[in-house]
């Protein structure tokens, strides 16, 4: 039974001088330090000062980042930048954006939501996680207990019975949050603390499951940090079993996935060699030149995977500029491995058996970039940068919670759900 609750979010304070779109960031797992930098000269009060502060040199246990961002936090509360709800309130929210011309309208829900074990089966993670994130939002999380960006939970309901409630809220009352930020995108956000409201949205999430989509770095933190209040306060910690979430429709219009592709940045191999080995497990043809980036998603998506497809595919860029179609080989009587994705068959085949990779190289990003823009990234590739790019297919939102129901993580990066949450619009303080 999945429990969501109200919170006493704590936001920026809504007056004439505050502008939303130079306070808000990207989630840190996206900032480069180009971008953390520019965040910094936006606004003296941009969360990118909790969120994802800069180290400095002279740094110590005593001044660090995480203390920074405590005091800062402190600071930013008191003198009422940032202000905190009186009542618990659940948080209705827009973000408009427009991707490849069509503009499109994703609705979803802030609220907290309780921490359960992934084997009790209430939240579901789909992604393997790396340690050194964990670390570093566990460190933020003891010095700050703020969330300050939500964990992206999926829900399934073909019937929209959120999104009708989100109309009967509209038609009422305007938005508290309303702008417009620097990419184009418009957010807003309504508060309800009608309690009829709340309490009907509460019993509609209790008999469903929730999928993490992104912040599973997040939400196990909150879970390590929850245990560790347990046994400092020697009780079940109440305030701190649960963490900020914001909940989408996997049947909602504006919930769009794609796919991340792989850069491998280090590796011996020479392409003909790499080619002889791939020969092995995939059929392989070069595309005709000058190939595009149309041409190659095309192909990709002539060979989309599923739970019973046979056909999966993967694209390879080379040194030599060639663009490679790789088609895995099966004739259809040998056991397909689970799951079936071409980020596994990429992790395990190629990965580990080919270029010998362990574990931890595999989530090493000096060795294994995950990019976003595959058709940039060739240029790494092009400039020496880089050894060779792997193009995938996006997963579909139905294949991924397949394979979470089963119990099955996918590899690390495989889906990229867009756009991301900023960070910045509700924030939640803990222990409370």
Request: glycine share 4%; charged share 30%.
């Amino acid at each position: 039974m999945v429990q969501i609750r109200p919170i006493k979010g704590i936001r920026f304070k809504n007056n004439g001088s505050l502008d939303h779109s130079k306070v808000i960031t990207p989630p840190y797992d996206v900032i480069s330090e180009a971008v953390q930098e520019d965040l910094y000269q936006k606004s003296n009060y941009n969360i990118i000062r909790l969120e994802y502060g800069k180290s400095l040199p002279g740094d110590s246990p005593r001044e660090n980042k995480y203390t920074r961002a405590a005091a800062t936090l402190s600071d930013w509360l008191r003198n009422g930048i940032l202000i905190q709800e009186e009542k618990p309130a659940l948080y209705l929210y827009e973000q408009h954006f427009e991707i490849e011309g069509k503009r499109h309208v994703r609705e979803s829900l802030f609220c907290g939501v309780k921490l359960s074990p992934f084997e009790e089966k209430e939240i579901i993670p789909h992604e393997e996680t790396m340690s050194k994130p964990k670390e570093d939002r566990l460190e933020l999380l003891r010095h700050c207990e703020t969330n300050f960006s939500p964990i992206f939970g999926l829900y399934e309901d073909k019937k929209y019975f959120m999104e009708q409630r989100f109309k009967e809220v509209k038609k009422d009352q305007e938005p508290t949050i309303d702008f417009t930020d620097t990419d184009g995108q418009r957010h807003r956000v309504w508060i309800v603390t009608d309690e009829q409201l709340i309490e009907n949205l509460q019993k509609f999430f209790e008999d469903k499951s929730l999928l993490i989509a992104d912040g599973h770095h997040r939400y196990e933190t909150a879970l390590q940090y929850y245990q560790e209040k347990r046994e400092q306060m020697g009780t079940e910690a109440p305030g701190y079993d649960h963490a900020l979430i914001s909940i989408v429709n996997i049947y909602n219009p504006g919930l769009l996935v794609y796919p991340t592709y792989r850069l491998l940045t280090k590796s011996q191999l020479e392409t003909d060699y790499l080619l002889k080995e791939l020969s092995r497990q995939f059929d392989i043809e070069k595309f005709s030149e000058p190939a595009s980036r149309d041409d190659l998603i095309k192909w990709l998506n002539t060979h989309q995977t599923s739970a019973v497809d046979e056909n999966l595919a993967i694209g390879l860029y080379t040194p030599e500029k060639d663009l490679y179609k790789l088609v895995f080989k099966t004739t259809g009587e040998e056991e397909k491995p689970e799951p079936w994705l071409d980020t596994m068959v990429l992790q395990e085949n190629v990965f580990s058996n080919i270029f010998g990779m362990n574990d931890e190289e595999k989530k090493d990003e000096s060795v294994l970039e995950y990019v976003k823009d595959g058709w940039e990234a060739k240029e790494k590739v092009d400039s020496g940068e880089a050894k060779y790019l792997f193009f995938v297919n996006k997963p579909s939102v139905e294949e991924i919670i397949h394979y979470a129901e089963k119990g099955t993580r996918i590899p690390q990066k495989s889906t990229y759900f867009y756009p991301k949450f900023v960070t910045g619009l509700v924030m939640l303080k803990l222990g409370e």
